[in-house]
């Protein structure tokens, strides 16, 4: 089918897949994330514990709602599904620049984490089943990555604003800021429409009838359905399990980035700056996922994202210098490159009636493992912040290694990927 045609049933493929890109791209515009840590101890005076607890309560929050939110949109819809985390998301966020208390700053974290879960997975499945409708399933590799690569841009150039905004008014006023971006997204959701449900990815691939929508299935049943897809596929089970374990690392990024600049002595003026490159190479990682994939295999780009990973961590743990710096540019690199290859796997063995609810299943995962890790980190980067990346370095190979070794042994002797489309090289 020619990319500009409508599909039989009404759905223009391009058009809402520019829109999600913007969806995307928009609700990433988040200056205050370039100096929340700081925000949070500085503004605020919690410890890097304190701080690390609040994670637990914020991921802790997500691993609750992330699945039963990915029903909620394979049941009812994925735009209303983004409408409704749009609001709840921007809720908390506006509550967390003007927080006064240690509980009121709970609140905020559990509506921020609440809305991002109604967010993530859905966008990726809304990705795929738009591409579906076309019979286009074998781009979502190289989409999703664009898609990730313009949301890492956003926050780049939004988090070197946020910074030097920060450092000429106060801490608070580029978090106050990060309201904005949730209005603006949802005039963009109004405009977007809704992929038709398939009986499956397999049969649109194959050329079947698209126009014949799967039954609706009930939330208990999405739930019971998909927890029996993962039971049932070995392959499935492992790829997901090893991709949680991997995006794990994310958490040292995320909650030890700005404590590491501070304790080199750069001005929180530059934090936005010094962003940059580990948000390029956030980007390169997305952009390059898909080739990476067709000429090494999926389990050739969960190896080099494993390596990286430990790696980039392993050189935080051990240089205790500025230029250390390349360690989180490592770990972005992996991050980005690790969810579109991977992710096109999933998609690839799953049925379009539980998409959002199994694309849930690693945002679920990397939810507890932030809840797990980030008081950990929080506590040990109070001791040395070297410790704590030796920590997560360990942590991760400990975790991620066997799950890559366990796929790769069921991949071989299943005698192959079963369900998989041809684009998926092993």
Same mark, same amino acid.
């Given at each position: ?191 977007? /429409? ?21 039954? /609706? ?65 956030? @980007? ?44 989180? @540019? ?75 070794w366990a796929w790769v042994r069921s991949a071989h002797s299943a005698g192959g990927v079963r369900g998989a489309a ?5």
């Open positions: 089918m020619p990319r500009t045609a409508v599909s039989p049933a009404g759905f223009r493929t391009d058009r809402n897949v520019r829109l999600l890109y913007v969806l995307g791209l928009v609700t990433m515009l988040q200056p205050g994330l370039a100096v929340w840590v700081v925000y949070l101890t500085d503004f605020r005076h919690l410890s890097l514990a304190e701080v690390g607890l609040m994670e637990l309560f914020f991921w802790g929050a997500k691993v609750l709602i992330e699945v039963p939110a990915g029903a909620i949109a394979d049941r009812f819809g994925r735009r209303v599904t983004f409408a409704l985390g749009l609001v709840i998301e921007g809720t908390g966020v506006t509550l967390f620049a003007f927080a006064s208390s240690f509980w009121v700053l709970l609140l905020s974290y559990a509506l921020w984490s609440g809305g991002f879960s109604f967010r993530s997975g859905n966008d990726q499945a809304y990705l795929y089943d738009a591409l579906a409708v076309e019979g286009r399933g074998a781009e979502y590799a190289s989409k999703t990555g664009r898609y990730q690569a313009l949301a890492s841009g956003a926050l780049m150039l939004s988090g070197v604003g946020g910074a030097w905004l920060a450092s000429v008014t106060t801490l608070q006023l580029p978090l106050a800021l990060g309201a904005v971006p949730f209005i603006l997204a949802g005039v963009v959701v109004a405009f977007m /429409h809704e992929p038709p449900k398939s009986r499956a990815t397999a049969a649109v691939e194959a050329g079947a009838d698209i126009d014949a929508p799967a039954p /609706h299935l009930g939330y208990r049943a999405t739930l019971a359905v998909a927890i029996a897809a993962v039971r049932a596929d070995r392959l499935l089970r492992y790829a997901l399990l090893f991709q949680i374990a991997l995006v794990a690392a994310f958490e040292a990024d995320i909650l030890l980035f700005q404590p590491f600049l501070s304790q080199h002595a750069v001005p929180v003026a530059l934090f936005g700056l010094m962003a940059v490159p580990a948000r390029l190479g956030h @980007i390169v990682g997305s952009v390059v996922s898909a080739r990476a994939m067709s000429r090494g295999g999926v389990f050739g780009l969960a190896s080099a994202t494993l390596a990286i990973a430990v790696g980039g961590l392993a050189l935080l743990a051990i240089v205790d210098h500025p230029a250390a710096f390349v360690g989180f @540019i490592a770990v972005q690199i992996a991050m980005g490159a690790v969810a579109p290859g991977v992710g096109a796997y999933v998609n690839d063995r799953t049925d379009s009636r539980i998409r959002a609810t199994i694309m849930s299943v690693v945002p679920l995962g990397m939810a507890l493992a932030f809840a797990l890790t980030g008081p950990l980190l929080g506590f040990a980067g109070n001791v040395s912040l070297r410790l704590a990346f030796g920590g997560m370095a360990a942590l991760i190979l400990a975790t991620a290694g066997p799950l890559l041809p684009h998926i090289n092993l």
